[in-house]
């Protein structure tokens, strides 16, 4: 333990953000939960869970089961007694903000989303308070990785992952490559929307929560209309190095 907290902090001093910092630390004080990534067809699936006792098996504890939750609630605050009476994780979940949930990303298909820069775009994401970012910065690296990039979903953003990207599209470290309207999708709704760099159509996507948010002008300002890309995956070395990051 004292060895990984050494490593940890030597990648603090090499610039993690600090509310990344901070998830990865309270991560690290959870027995027993990691996070897991998973390949469905054309895409991933970066999910917390529950690790086992025997290795290489894990349970995805999700948002919604408040059974599983307060059964990993009293399996974290009691880790030397077995429990049968919730009771007590009933009431100390409510203080206690548990890791759970999952974010799920799929490649962008030029039918459908334009080419985006080969890059990744988030479909679907839920996670219990304070929680999501390190699962975005996880699926950040990933998609980094092992495509262009990542970007949010092309037509719907919630506000809780809106302010994920307001942060990302401020972050030294994370680059943002602006991408163009694409002419061609859907009948070619956005054909009348002047394009950045009309040469140039590997940054075609579609931009519908960009306009959606600022207008047909102002479109390209959003943080929504971006490709972002992170070089080195540090946070999955760290969890990797800690035995908490499943592949």
Request: aromatic content about 8%; charged content about 30%.
């Amino acid at each position: 333990m004292k060895l990984l907290f050494e490593n940890w902090r030597k990648y603090l001093n090499e610039g993690i953000d600090p509310r990344i910092q901070k998830q990865i630390d309270n991560l690290l004080q959870i027995p027993n939960v990691g996070i897991r990534l998973k390949f469905p067809a054309g895409g991933a699936r970066i999910e917390y869970v529950q690790l086992d006792e025997v290795a290489g098996e894990a349970t995805t504890v999700d948002v919604d089961d408040q059974d599983a939750m307060m059964s990993m609630a009293s399996r974290i605050l009691n880790p030397d007694s077995p429990k049968t009476d919730d009771t007590r994780a009933s009431a100390d979940i409510r203080a206690v903000s548990l890791p759970a949930g999952s974010v799920s990303i799929i490649k962008a298909k030029k039918p459908y989303d334009g080419s985006c820069l080969d890059g990744y775009i988030v479909y679907m994401a839920e996670a219990t308070t304070g929680w999501g970012p390190l699962l975005y910065e996880v699926a950040l690296e990933w998609a980094s990785q092992n495509g262009g990039g990542l970007t949010p979903d092309r037509g719907l953003v919630s506000p809780d992952a809106a302010r994920v990207w307001e942060k990302y599209v401020k972050r030294p470290g994370v680059d943002k490559k602006q991408m163009d309207v694409d002419h061609n999708l859907d009948g070619g709704w956005m054909k009348d929307i002047p394009q950045l760099t009309p040469d140039v159509h590997i940054d075609d996507c579609d931009q519908g929560k960009a306009i959606d948010a600022a207008g047909e002008e102002d479109w390209m300002k959003t943080p929504f209309s971006k490709m972002y890309y992170k070089g080195t995956p540090e946070v999955m070395k760290i969890l990797e190095d800690a035995e908490r990051l499943i592949i």
